[in-house]
């Protein structure tokens, strides 16, 4: 006896179609899967065996055969689970229902419960692809795969309510997305919370309005890591396009909350810096989304960035670069997109009082060489703004006088995307930070006074090719801000001032 159905699976980021094909013949007993299955796979045997039990089934003592098409591809997790009952139940004869068109995945209990799976949203999307008119998914993840339209998703919450569906006698009905029933998203604190620090705000709101990355330093108290959690607050709203592509990485990492099933609000990571660099950039025996990749279309904020392992820094230099974290291992090779924002913030020596202006510094010229030289040269170079958060004094601290609001704040950096949007249409730049060279000079052109500030600035810091493309991206930005389209000698004048800290604190570094 023969029995055939649909199933998916996931690689990377994106999902396949899976043929599961199931034999039963005569034989000694056994129950046997092929087709490249991990162990969480090999385990479903005994979930379905229990899952027939206990829902009053009957399991078939014939040997049994599993394929899973196509079968150089490894496949891992339980979402094979509900195909595999299914299949055993065609090829008895227990179920009698014309399948084709649909397909199933879902993780069971041992009483027949569906339990909820990871990777739902891009499976949906291959199956709409694959020309499938019905996805079975477990209830939890109903709400994620009916975002893609045109596809039935019904939602299954038990073995039992699956086979009447199947059956002809109560059937399901399948889900439907609603964003206005989506949980609120707890609000992002305030920029007017913030007290001083005008010129550290300043510098955030470029680095939003163009996606660019930033280095906050100075001692501690100064409202370093307050700054930068307001970050989220200030960022433009995300694009439907984002928020799918968002949305599946979590999907796949299996971050995402039965009342979130589409995400609307930038990602703000912030990982200990504890961090190992697999759990960073992501890995595994087969890999799934870091930290770099879970803030794709947001923000990853590293606190204190000298603290982290020399390897988990090192590791953000090509993604910072390439706008993706590749994985490889000897069966396949894995791309995650991480088009990230990247705020990092530390102290300037050990005991944090390096240049502090009142507080004296305990730390020694070679210890506060040492811990500075922990940021190496060439990841200082991809962090376009350098900030400097100095200590706030007293009368900002107790001013009565209103700071401005984020929503003040955003209305500008949405000004200035639109503008982006609008000079980059059609090919596929999103921001100012991800300019590419060859179009960067024609999308930067500069004033004289411009071009003559830039080259005494080039030649006196001793820039990089690379510092220099990043400066006049920044400059750029500060030019769409100001509603300029060609950019001028004051424009460049402050990105230069926003590159030039490095010098105080890394006089050796270019």
Request: glycine fraction near 8%; proline fraction near 7%.
């Amino acid at each position: 006896m023969f029995a055939k159905l649909n199933s998916m699976g996931i690689f990377g980021m994106d999902a396949y179609p899976v043929s599961v094909e199931t034999d039963l013949s005569q034989g000694l007993p056994s129950f046997d899967v092929v087709g490249l299955p991990d162990a969480s796979v090999r385990e479903s045997r005994e979930r379905v065996r229990a899952a027939m039990k206990n829902c009053g089934l009957d399991f078939p003592v014939s040997r049994i055969t599993i394929n899973l098409a196509p079968a150089d591809i490894r496949k891992e997790g339980p979402i094979y689970d509900l195909p595999f009952l299914l299949a055993l139940l065609l090829a008895t004869g227990q179920i009698d229902a014309s399948l084709e068109g649909c397909a199933f995945v879902g993780e069971l209990s041992l009483s027949g419960e569906v339990r909820r799976v990871n990777g739902v949203l891009s499976m949906a999307l291959k199956a709409k692809e694959c020309g499938l008119h019905s996805l079975y998914v477990p209830a939890a993840n109903a709400a994620e795969g009916a975002i893609v339209q045109g596809l039935k998703v019904y939602p299954v919450r038990h073995l039992e309510e699956l086979l009447r569906h199947l059956r002809g006698e109560q059937a399901l009905e399948p889900a439907a997305f609603d964003l206005s029933r989506q949980a609120a998203a707890a609000s992002a604190p305030d920029f007017s919370e913030v007290r001083g620090q005008q010129e550290a705000k300043r510098a955030l709101e470029i680095a939003a309005a163009g996606g660019h990355n930033v280095l906050l330093i100075g001692p501690p108290g100064s409202g370093k890591s307050m700054l930068a959690k307001r970050i989220p607050s200030i960022l433009p709203e995300m694009t439907f396009e984002e928020s799918i592509e968002t949305t599946r990485l979590h999907s796949i990492a299996g971050t995402l909350t039965d009342d979130t099933p589409l995400i609307t609000v930038r990602p703000f990571r912030a990982p200990h810096h504890t961090i190992s660099p697999a759990g960073l950039s992501g890995g595994g025996t087969i890999p799934h989304p870091g930290e770099i990749s879970l803030a794709h279309n947001g923000v990853l904020f590293l606190d204190e960035l000298p603290e982290f392992s020399r390897a988990a820094m090192e590791i953000l230099r090509q993604p910072i670069e390439d706008g993706k974290v590749t994985i490889s291992r000897v069966s396949a090779t894995y791309s995650y997109p991480c088009s990230i924002m990247l705020v990092a913030a530390m102290n300037p020596c050990p005991c944090g009082y390096f240049g502090h202006p009142t507080h004296p510094c305990s730390c020694s010229s070679q210890a506060v060489a040492r811990y500075l030289g922990r940021v190496s040269g060439p990841l200082l170079d991809r962090l376009d703004l350098h900030v400097e958060v100095p200590p706030v004094d007293y009368a900002s601290l107790s001013s009565a006088q209103p700071a401005e609001s984020s929503a003040a704040i955003r209305s500008r950096v949405n000004a200035a995307r639109k503008l982006q949007q609008q000079r980059y249409r059609g090919t596929g730049i999103t921001c100012n930070a991800r300019l590419t060279s060859a179009l960067l000079r024609e999308s930067c052109p500069m004033t004289e006074r411009a071009e003559a500030l830039m080259h005494r600035a080039f030649d006196r810091l001793g820039l990089s090719a690379r510092a220099y493309d990043r400066i006049l991206k920044v400059a750029r930005t500060i030019a769409d801000l100001d509603g300029c389209e060609v950019i001028d000698g004051v424009h460049v004048g402050e990105a230069v001032q926003h590159r030039s800290l490095d010098r105080k604190y890394w006089p050796g570094e270019k």
